[in-house]
């Protein structure tokens, strides 16, 4: 799979220059105190093309030489072994790994003036690490220095980005399947976190009852930090406090993903803390799940991405008019934005390796068009400040967002998360509901 996603990495490469190379770094570990670390989690695109799951690491591509893939990793360390575990190593990052050759990390300068000798076109991406950016400077000073009698000058420096991006929007089957896998985990915690939820508990003890099933079904981790929010906290996009005490009557916002194999899921689900929406609440969430189910109809192949906003934003926009929260000509308060204050964020994002995975959404001014592999989320919401007097005050503080996860498929798309309660029956069904 890594050695496929390298060789067409070098195709495109090839395709757009002369005598390409590029460089990719892994993420390093952060000190969090002390001599305590931060969890470790590679950098995606790194591990896209190496599956290589350690820090300090540097992967080299060089279409058209005897030793195309090249990298730099730390050597084995006995006396480290002791402490944290073995390391793969330069022996283990060509027997277990794929790489042609492999160096210590400390010995990356040493090498790669040859390593690059014969480069023109270095895909890298500025930024990525200091050190290794002053290093790359530096070659690129010292070639240009020396074109005159001697080697080519490296003098095109581009981002991969783009490369890269193109390549993870479109998914292969096995990363299908690991989304899948990620929803299907995700759906279980979900459940478990509405069974657990009632009022008297913190918003903390659902989100662990929640991420408990994550690592019980095998997910190592979250792919971004849990929302879960309850009363008027659920109108904060990104509230991560969730420390608040679950009151009767109020809502509660969970927006969480479980990782699998790399690949996450991204998912919102608002339901009541006593199980039962009041009618002020019904209202508001079924304008929301209309409004996300005209998105989702909108995720066809050949349809532009920004539809689905389209589609999302005029239910919205109808349901804001028929409460009376917005007055006006559908037409121009959609021109106007006129709903942004009730509805501020994008409907849809890809999904992968990252929940806000990489790609572009545009080709210069225009949308691009779905195409099958591409998954996405649909997540329209109302956030109903609590201090906006132009409200009616029964929906003042009333915040919803359902999230799902979709794939692009050739015929239509596919609902990754479409088994876990979303509908205002299925949820009060089991809300509150927890079986021993």
């Not at 330069?90 to 794929?98: F, H, K, Q, R, T």
């Not at 400040?385 to 596919?414: H, M, Q, S, V, W």
């Amino acid at each position: 799979m890594f050695t496929e996603r390298r060789t067409k990495l070098i195709e495109k490469m090839t395709a757009e220059a002369d005598h390409p190379a590029a460089i990719f770094v892994s993420a390093r570990e952060a000190t969090r105190n002390s001599d305590v670390n931060y969890e470790f989690r590679q950098e995606s695109s790194f591990y896209y093309l190496t599956g290589f799951d350690e820090p300090d690491s540097v992967a080299l591509i060089r279409p058209g030489t005897e030793a195309p893939f090249v990298m730099f990793v730390r050597p084995h360390d006995p006396e480290m072994a002791i402490w944290v575990g073995p390391r793969v190593g330069i022996e283990g990052a060509v027997e277990n790994y794929g790489a042609d050759k492999a160096y210590p990390i400390e010995a990356i300068e040493e090498h790669l003036t040859e390593l690059l000798s014969e480069t023109e076109t270095l895909y890298y991406p500025l930024g990525a690490d200091e050190e290794l950016d002053a290093l790359i400077l530096k070659q690129m000073t010292l070639r240009r220095q020396n074109a005159q009698r001697g080697p080519r000058a490296l003098g095109d420096l581009r981002d991969p980005d783009p490369l890269i991006g193109e390549m993870r929007l479109r998914k292969s089957e096995n990363e299908i399947a690991s989304l899948t896998q990620a929803a299907v985990v995700t759906g279980q915690g979900f459940e478990r976190a509405m069974r657990t939820t009632r009022s008297g508990l913190h918003e903390y003890e659902v989100q662990a009852a929640m991420e408990s099933e994550f690592r019980r079904l095998g997910s190592r981790r979250n792919g971004y930090p849990s929302i879960v929010a309850s009363a008027h906290d659920s109108c904060i996009l990104h509230y991560t406090t969730n420390r608040k005490e679950l009151v009767d009557g109020d809502l509660l916002l969970i927006d969480a993903g479980a990782e699998w194999e790399y690949y996450t899921a991204d998912v919102t689900r608002t339901w009541p803390v006593n199980g039962q929406f009041t009618p002020e609440q019904r209202t508001i969430y079924d304008v929301v799940l209309r409004a996300q189910h005209a998105g989702i109809a909108a995720a066809q192949p050949n349809h532009r991405f920004d539809e689905i906003h389209e589609a999302s934003v005029r239910v919205l926009v109808e349901g804001l008019t028929d409460l009376k929260i917005l007055k006006g000509n559908i037409e121009q308060l959609i021109e106007n934005d006129s709903y942004r204050p009730f509805y501020m964020h994008s409907t849809s994002h890809w999904l992968g390796m990252d929940v806000h995975d990489v790609g572009r959404y545009r080709n210069g001014e225009d949308s691009i068009n779905l195409e099958s592999g591409m998954c996405l989320t649909v997540e329209p919401g109302l956030y109903l400040d609590p201090k906006n007097e132009n409200i009616p005050e029964a929906y003042r503080g009333i915040g919803i967002r359902i999230e799902d996860d979709i794939l692009i498929t050739l015929d239509g798309n596919k609902n990754l998360s479409s088994h876990i309660p979303s509908t205002p029956e299925e949820i009060e069904a089991i809300v509150g509901h927890l079986e021993r």
